[in-house]
């Protein structure tokens, strides 16, 4: 392997650890930093994300978990290995690999693969509002309307989240996830931590960031 992408890798991997440790529950174990590829690394993201969202009852009559991938076969093969026997809001968790917004059924998450960025936003559109926690993978992710948007930043894997897009879903965000978010926007709400939620002023990532840690 080059050195550059080796890395490459390690630098992605590290970012990973960090702020999947951060969203950890209590006392779990951070295993020791290996050399992880991009696609592994937002793999292990999407299942903790699953953990930090709220959906309505109705998302959730099913007995599996599903977490659907359009058009990103790299991302659904590490997901795929990942939530082996794993479960995700008390369900069977699964992945399925998908062409077409047609094939979504009932999954309560999406990961769009980067070939969809010139149509994102009118497939985007195209969900009405449904209870799906959407996860993107471009520049203007969040602007397509997106609920969660990744970026790459000197070669780490961040995240962004879109509190007006996610509460148009139906979708409540735990606010440890906002607080490990790279960025959050959306409407002026408060949550019951108190903190007012959206935009990126300094003040407001801090009160999150403290509510966090109570």
Known sequence: MPRSEGGRRVRIALTALAVLGALAAPGARV???????????KAAFLYRFAG???????????????IAVLDADGVAGELGRLLQNRRLQDRAAQVRSIKSIKE???????????????DLRRLIAGLGGRPVLIVTNEDDGLDAGSTVNFLLIDQRVRFEIAVDAAQSAGLKVASELLAVALRVR???????????QGGTSPDVVACIREAAQR
């Open 31 to 41: 295993v020791q930093a290996q050399s992880y590829s991009e696609d592994a690394v």
């Open 52 to 66: 930090y969202v709220e959906w309505p009852a109705a998302a959730l009559v099913e007995p599996q978990f599903t």
């Open 104 to 118: 979504l059924n009932n999954a309560q998450m999406l990961y769009v693969g980067a070939s969809h960025r010139e």
């Open 186 to 196: 959306g409407k002026r709400v408060y949550s019951e931590s108190g903190c007012e």
